[in-house]
């Protein structure tokens, strides 16, 4: 199949750019970041940063802790920032024992108000971002919790993760730093050190071009959708999305249905064992439209799907922590990575093909029009909540 390339646009200032000179794999499940993960750790000198929304206290997590505190014991700076809802059980369970061992820790913004609907308590540390001695980094959308989900016990939760070494970890590093800095600063926590302990400078290492896109309040508010969007009308042959969380507002809807009435191959994988069924049924009041316009939609069987994971033209790719919705695109913190290089794009490519393959349902045209009544009335129903939910929060659902 012929390729046509896709134009390398211009990205926000600053963290976003495109570099060149990095080497990056792809990790599937928790079953291959996990040892990718603690190899890095036990071999780390000078620093650590992790950055995360949950961190269990489950046996990966007690793991991963495990090796952060002996890290911290042999003169390693270890900083681990976790989010306050996310990481209730990390705050309770794991966060005193790890200070002891001299790791340095901090809850971004801790829950006061389990059922406010307040926009700031909407505002989510959901990055999963670790650097190691300035020198290697991993980006995506594993959180430190098991890979095997009660719901689906038989097969792992379905994600994603980079292992990133090259020039990108300078923009890592510094958003990683920057990130700490700020948290510390509004803890008002003048015994956590703020300075920069390790003063490794990134190496070129591969080829493969990349950027590091986040989203934040300030100067990156809209980086990683609008990364998505320039992608999306730039594709001339083929678009396959994998995202948990799946409900784009207008621009992003627009962007695909333009795409698809262009000709454009456009395949979703979505959830189909929901671990928050609100969304899921929000998602699938989208799905006429969807199916009206060609674009073909499978729901993931097997396991909980967790993965947000794009490929475009088998080009152009990016792995993160980003859901397609309002409160990731517009809300929470969120970091991916995207990837220029056929190879990296293709392997990921074959990878959610092989996931629809031997563990998801196609959802056709007729087959959803047979849907009963009450199940077309529930998705309504969910869909209009989550819209008000997102009003309420001050963001547009759509």
Same mark, same amino acid.
């Given at each position: 199949?012929?390729?046509?390339?896709?134009?390398?646009?211009?990205?926000?200032?600053?963290?976003? @750019?495109?570099?060149?000179?990095?080497?990056?794999?792809?990790?599937? *499940?928790?079953?291959?970041?996990?040892?990718?993960?603690?190899?890095?750790? *036990?071999?780390?000198?000078?620093?650590?940063?992790?950055?995360? %929304?949950?961190?269990?206290?489950?046996?990966?997590?007690?793991?991963?802790?495990?090796?952060?505190?002996?890290?911290?014991?042999?003169?390693?700076?270890?900083?681990?920032?976790?989010?306050?809802?996310?990481?209730?059980?990390?705050?309770? @369970?794991?966060?005193?024992?790890?200070?002891?061992?001299?790791?340095?820790?901090?809850?971004?913004?801790?829950?006061?108000?389990?059922?406010?609907?307040?926009?700031?308590?909407?505002?989510?540390?959901?990055?999963?971002?670790?650097?190691?001695?300035?020198?290697? #980094?991993?980006?995506?959308?594993?959180?430190?919790?098991?890979?095997?989900?009660? =719901? &689906?016990?038989?097969?792992?939760?379905?994600?994603? #993760?980079?292992?990133?070494?090259?020039?990108?970890?300078?923009?890592?590093?510094?958003?990683?730093?920057?990130?700490?800095?700020?948290?510390?600063?509004?803890?008002?926590?003048?015994?956590?050190?703020?300075?920069?302990? &390790?003063?490794?400078?990134?190496?070129?290492?591969?080829?493969?071009?990349?950027?590091?896109?986040?989203?934040?309040?300030?100067?990156?508010? &809209?980086?990683?959708?609008?990364?998505?969007?320039?992608?999306?009308?730039?594709?001339?042959? =083929?678009?396959?999305?994998?995202?948990?969380?799946? $409900?784009?507002?207008?621009?992003?809807? /627009?962007?695909?249905?333009?795409? +698809?009435?262009?000709?454009? @191959?456009?395949?979703?994988?979505?959830?189909?064992?929901?671990?928050?069924?609100?969304?899921? %049924?929000?998602?699938?009041?989208?799905?006429?439209?969807?199916?009206?316009?060609?674009?073909?939609?499978?729901? %993931?069987?097997?396991?909980?799907?967790?993965?947000?994971?794009?490929?475009?033209?088998?080009?152009? +790719?990016?792995?993160?922590?980003?859901?397609?919705?309002?409160?990731?695109?517009?809300?929470?913190? =969120?970091?991916?990575? +995207?990837?220029?290089? /056929?190879? $990296?794009?293709?392997?990921?490519?074959?990878?959610?093909?092989?996931?629809?393959?031997?563990?998801?349902?196609?959802?056709?045209?007729?087959?959803?029009?047979?849907?009963?009544?009450?199940?077309?009335?529930?998705?309504?129903? #969910? %869909?209009?909540?989550?819209?008000? #939910?997102?009003?309420? +929060?001050?963001? @547009?659902?759509?």
């Amino acid at each position: 199949m012929h390729v046509k390339a896709i134009p390398v646009w211009p990205l926000a200032s600053g963290i976003g @750019k495109w570099l060149r000179g990095n080497t990056i794999t792809l990790l599937e *499940n928790g079953e291959a970041f996990f040892p990718a993960l603690l190899e890095a750790i *036990n071999a780390a000198r000078q620093e650590i940063l992790l950055q995360t %929304y949950i961190f269990a206290t489950d046996t990966t997590g007690r793991r991963v802790a495990d090796a952060l505190a002996q890290a911290a014991t042999r003169g390693v700076s270890v900083r681990v920032l976790v989010d306050g809802f996310g990481g209730l059980a990390f705050e309770r @369970k794991l966060m005193d024992g790890l200070s002891a061992a001299g790791v340095e820790t901090l809850i971004f913004r801790r829950e006061r108000r389990r059922f406010s609907l307040h926009r700031q308590r909407l505002r989510r540390l959901h990055r999963k971002v670790t650097v190691i001695d300035g020198r290697i #980094a991993f980006v995506g959308g594993i959180n430190i919790i098991d890979d095997f989900d009660a =719901e &689906a016990p038989v097969h792992p939760r379905y994600d994603y #993760a980079v292992r990133i070494e090259g020039a990108l970890l300078k923009p890592i590093l510094a958003s990683s730093r920057h990130l700490w800095r700020q948290i510390a600063w509004r803890s008002l926590r003048s015994r956590v050190r703020v300075q920069s302990s &390790a003063s490794v400078q990134p190496c070129t290492a591969g080829d493969m071009r990349a950027a590091f896109l986040t989203r934040d309040n300030l100067r990156h508010r &809209a980086d990683i959708e609008n990364a998505y969007l320039d992608a999306i009308a730039n594709a001339h042959e =083929e678009i396959i999305l994998a995202n948990a969380y799946f $409900f784009p507002g207008l621009r992003f809807r /627009h962007a695909l249905l333009a795409a +698809a009435a262009r000709g454009v @191959k456009i395949t979703l994988l979505l959830q189909g064992v929901a671990d928050h069924p609100l969304m899921q %049924y929000a998602t699938r009041a989208l799905y006429p439209i969807f199916l009206e316009n060609g674009i073909r939609l499978f729901e %993931y069987q097997r396991s909980v799907l967790h993965a947000k994971v794009a490929v475009i033209d088998r080009h152009w +790719a990016t792995v993160g922590s980003s859901n397609i919705d309002p409160f990731s695109l517009m809300l929470a913190r =969120e970091a991916n990575v +995207a990837v220029i290089d /056929h190879e $990296f794009a293709a392997t990921l490519a074959t990878r959610i093909t092989a996931a629809m393959r031997d563990g998801a349902v196609e959802l056709r045209r007729e087959d959803w029009a047979r849907q009963p009544i009450i199940r077309r009335l529930l998705c309504w129903l #969910a %869909y209009q909540t989550v819209r008000l #939910a997102a009003g309420i +929060a001050g963001v @547009k659902g759509g």
